[in-house]
């Protein structure tokens, strides 16, 4: 069920708290152990929370929206008293307050029973890390789930969480919801507050203050929306967050939505199965009356990649005393030219979505890749883009490939469209363009078949 069915039915006494929680623990219980997804969890805590929740149902008190929904966080979010790691002894500690986003989730009722693995300090296209190991994907335990929320899109995918809430600095949320067939929503660039995610060991500033961003992962669009009014907007603490209205959801229609396409990236090899589901789905959206071009803005490219990357290592490097940034890059100087560099390309974007509701391309170059596969790095830059100039992007299922390996797609709109993206997604999955959520096989995780 989606985490806003199972909110639904407690509420209505159809099911309680406890036999959520326990039927989620236990098929953690029966696949976590072949995918390595869930770290840190907090049964006994969760249980009790859980009867809490049912005597609150019976007392008729007013209840959150996620009352008595058990769910995971990814791994470097504060939960009080849970161990957070960020998959690193560097950050290895046990939260006394939780971040603002687990604080919102758990006045919303949800029970936040353990957190999802990661790769150290989110920074791979993989989830492994020294304290807890590597996560497999659930439709192919021989592949990655991707990184850095790799552990939140496998236990999506594998039916061990109803929800998440990953990060997305370049493409974290977006890459393993493709490789694992799940859903996930890169949110505008201060969307959602920062603060309690990734805190850094030092009494100091944080370091990444542009770029990145907190975003849901779900099986359901419905539950990305449910997800996103919760966690979204100001919270007197991180002073970044403006007061921008979510809106609310219209439901669209194929004919009149205006897309641009795109197959591939300037200079990227993407893969044809990739490539193929783009040009599937602007065909029928084509046939069904909408407005489809295969367009892209007139900007340079390789400059845009190139000050992606300066940007990024600069912002997580610069506190680092062992970081081999240049000098120039710890000056003032240079990182306000670069802010005003990043400016002209998102006003090129900006300036490029007024003809379109949104950019339809491949998330990445591949689906999911061996484990030991090294080299993948050019991955992050069908995707990276949306995070220099601060655009929402979602990545929804698509479809498989020969392999039967999830495949997903990418839009990607103009700053603050978030929920016009659900709605042109939820417009192609109406249209049978898009096949929703598919649940991986049991004998892909480890049981019979």
């Known amino acids: 069920m989606t985490a806003g069915e199972l909110a639904g039915r407690i509420r209505q006494g159809e099911l309680t708290a406890v036999e959520v929680l326990e039927a989620h623990l236990e098929r953690i219980a029966k696949y976590d152990p072949g995918l390595n997804a869930v770290v840190s969890l907090d049964a006994d805590r969760a249980r009790e929370q859980a009867a809490a929740a049912d005597e609150a149902v019976r007392r008729k008190e007013v209840l959150g929206p996620l009352h008595g929904v058990p769910m995971t966080l990814k791994d470097g979010h504060d939960v009080a008293g849970m161990r957070t790691t960020a998959g690193t002894p560097v950050l290895d500690r046990v939260p006394e307050r939780d971040g603002t986003v687990a604080a919102r989730l758990r006045a919303a009722g949800a029970i936040i029973m353990g957190h999802t693995n990661v790769p150290p300090w989110w920074m791979d296209y993989k989830s492994e890390n020294p304290i807890f190991g590597r996560t497999s994907n659930p439709w192919d335990t021989t592949r990655t789930p991707g990184g850095s929320s790799g552990g939140a899109a496998a236990a999506l995918a594998a039916g061990l969480t109803p929800l998440e809430i990953g990060s997305d600095l370049a493409g974290s949320i977006r890459l393993p919801a493709h490789f694992c067939g799940v859903y996930g929503l890169k949110t505008t660039e201060h969307r959602v507050s920062l603060h309690g995610c990734l ?156 003809g379109f509701d949104a950019l339809l391309l491949p998330p990445a170059l591949s689906t999911a890749f061996a484990h030991e596969a090294t080299g993948y790095d050019p991955e992050g830059q069908m995707l990276a883009f949306a995070n220099l100039t601060g655009q929402p992007g979602l990545v929804a299922p698509a479809g498989f490939d020969a392999d039967g390996l999830p495949v997903g797609v990418q839009l990607v709109g103009p700053r603050w469209a978030e929920l016009t993206l659900l709605d042109i997604a939820d417009a192609l999955e109406r249209g049978d363009v898009l096949p929703g959520f598919r649940e991986p096989p049991n004998y892909a995780l480890g049981g019979e078949r």
Request: charged share 25%; no cysteine; glycine share 8%.
């Open 199 to 354: 805190t850094p060991p030092f009494d100091g500033p944080r370091p990444v203050r542009i770029m990145g961003t907190i975003g849901p992962m779900a099986r359901d669009l419905d539950d990305l929306e449910l997800a996103l009014s919760i966690i979204a907007g100001p919270d007197g603490v991180d002073g970044d967050i403006p007061p921008v209205p979510l809106g609310t959801r219209r439901r669209r229609e194929l004919a009149g939505l205006r897309l641009a396409v795109a197959p591939a990236l300037p200079g990227m090899d993407v893969r044809k199965p990739l490539r193929d589901q783009v040009e599937r789905i602007a065909a029928a959206a084509s046939d069904a009356g909408a407005q489809v071009e295969e367009r892209l803005p007139g900007i340079d490219w390789s400059a845009m990649n190139e000050l992606f990357g300066a940007l990024l290592f600069t912002i997580t490097g610069i506190f680092d005393p062992a970081s081999e940034l240049p000098a120039e890059r710890r000056t003032l100087g240079w990182y306000l030219t670069a802010l005003a560099e990043r400016d002209r390309f998102t006003a090129a974007w900006e300036a490029f979505f007024d």
